[in-house]
């Protein structure tokens, strides 16, 4: 990126060297921001990290220090081909990803950064590397536009946050179907899943009893109907203190143990595994049966 903003020659060099001949330029996360300013962070190791600020109100660049006029170039096509030449050296696992959207999608500045994010993720022809994503956006669209464009085999875990002060209703007939939501070990979502029905808990508990890697997944939900109807599906309820909670056997293993619990007090639900050692005494185990 340095080199780039030095002259044309040295910008058309780099922009036109073939994969085989990048280096790895090794970064440990990569953070961005959309709010007032579209922000993109590289944290690279032992060095000091890369900000670069897109400016709206001046239609500038910033890194380190040096304002760089954009003049009639576009601010959102600039910064997303900024990442685009810095992913291309990205050859080693990131250790997070992080894409932080605060605005609202109908009042947003740059309407289309993420639109234009995805389709450049379409062009780089590669899966990014990740074993974190994080991801705060106001729509499951904003999550869409990252998550099916992370390598499933090294994403671990999950986080998805809403906007500040905005609880956010979040749809996952989308998200579910990713291969990255199937294999990832811990999801972490601290927004309000409203009007969640008894079919949409019971799509989430097959798709984790089917899972080799999942964890655990936490959630919170605004209003959940439907509560006494759990179980004439999942059977017998078993009570701990203030939760109510249910075991069923995980598809190809004899130990691991989907436990689901629900605190109604404050409309939490919990999705984890555990060991079938660590079952409480009298709760029942219910079979695997694909259903």
């Known amino acids: 990126m340095t080199l780039r903003q030095v002259c044309k020659g040295l910008m058309h060099f780099v922009d036109k060297c073939n994969d085989a001949n990048?280096?790895?330029c090794r970064f440990l996360n990569i953070e961005m921001i959309v709010k007032e300013d579209i922000c993109i962070i590289y944290d690279?190791?032992?060095?000091?990290?890369?900000e670069f600020i897109y400016s709206e109100s001046d239609n500038s660049r910033s890194f380190n220090g040096k304002i760089t006029s954009l003049e009639n170039s576009n601010l959102v096509d600039v910064a997303i081909r900024d990442l685009e030449q810095v992913l291309k050296f990205q050859k080693c696992n990131l250790?997070?990803?992080?894409?932080?959207?605060h605005q609202p999608s109908n009042t947003s500045k740059f309407p289309n950064f993420r639109v234009k994010l995805s389709?450049?993720?379409?062009?780089?022809?590669?899966?990014i590397k990740t074993k974190r994503l994080s991801?705060?956006?106001?729509?499951?669209s904003g999550i869409m536009s990252i998550l099916p464009f992370i390598d499933s085999e090294t994403v671990s875990t999950l986080n998805l946050f809403p906007p500040v002060q905005n609880n956010m209703r979040m749809e996952f007939n989308e998200i579910s179907k990713t291969e990255q939501w199937k294999k990832v070990k811990n999801i972490h979502c601290e927004f309000?899943?409203?009007?969640?029905?008894?079919?949409?808990?019971?799509?989430f508990s097959r798709t984790f009893i089917d899972s080799s890697k999942f964890e655990c997944f936490d959630l919170q939900v605004r209003k959940f109907n439907d509560y006494m109807e759990i179980s004439n599906i999942w059977g017998p309820v078993f009570?701990?203190?203030?939760?109510?909670?249910?075991?069923?056997?995980?598809?190809?293993?004899?130990?691991?143990?989907?436990?689901?619990?629900?605190?109604?007090?404050?409309?939490?639900?919990?999705?984890?595994?555990?060991?079938?050692?660590d079952v409480r005494h009298r709760a029942i185990v219910h079979d695997y049966n694909g259903n």
């Open 192 to 203: 309000y899943a409203l009007n969640m029905k008894i079919e949409d808990m019971s799509d």
């Open 95 to 101: 250790l997070e990803l992080s894409f932080l959207d």
């Open 119 to 127: 389709n450049m993720f379409k062009k780089l022809n590669r899966t």
């Open 135 to 140: 991801i705060t956006c106001d729509s499951q």
């Open 22 to 24: 990048l280096p790895d």
């Open 239 to 277: 009570y701990f203190g203030h939760w109510s909670q249910w075991y069923f056997r995980m598809k190809d293993s004899d130990e691991k143990i989907l436990r689901i619990s629900i605190r109604q007090e404050i409309r939490r639900i919990k999705f984890d595994i555990t060991e079938l050692n």
């Open 44 to 50: 690279p190791p032992y060095r000091i990290r890369h």
